[in-house]
């Protein structure tokens, strides 16, 4: 089976608050926007990777989904500079921290994730991830 570019969709009460939110503070940029089925929806791109996040309205009558536990990662260099950047601008989920990592590989027994998440308005956690030394 041959897979393209990877895609995230997310089904939200306010899509445009995700589409500003990632704009603003993780860079991305409108790739595509529209309606479908009665729903509109904008598919984000980023200029680093292949991701898409496609964000959509939620179905009318439909159960809004609990995010709590829903995190896209991101693996950044300079994790710290992005912190200091984003700290006070929005809900921090999880501040930054450095967690010791047992690695398999001989030739590096052990690595640190230096790491730390935020929130969306609409509950979606996006944790930016440096491996260190």
Do not use: C
Not at 76 to 97: C, N, Q, S
Not at 100 to 110: C, F, T
Request: proline share 6%; charged share 25%.
């Amino acid at each position: 089976m041959h897979l393209d570019s990877p895609a995230v969709v997310l089904d939200v009460r306010d899509p445009d608050a995700s589409r500003d939110f990632l704009i603003k503070h993780l860079g991305f940029t409108v790739a595509t926007a529209g309606e479908a089925a009665g729903r509109g929806f904008t598919a984000l791109a980023h200029p680093d990777h292949a991701l898409r996040i496609i964000v959509r309205q939620l179905a009318a009558g439909a159960t809004p989904p609990d995010f709590e536990s829903l995190q896209i990662g991101f693996l950044v260099t300079g994790v710290d500079e992005h912190w200091a950047r984003l700290k006070d601008t929005m809900d921090i989920v999880e501040p930054i921290h450095t967690l010791a990592l047992d690695i398999a590989e001989p030739s590096q027994a052990v690595a640190y994730e230096r790491a730390f998440r935020i929130a969306d308005p609409n509950g979606i956690g996006y944790r930016l991830i440096e491996f260190v030394a």
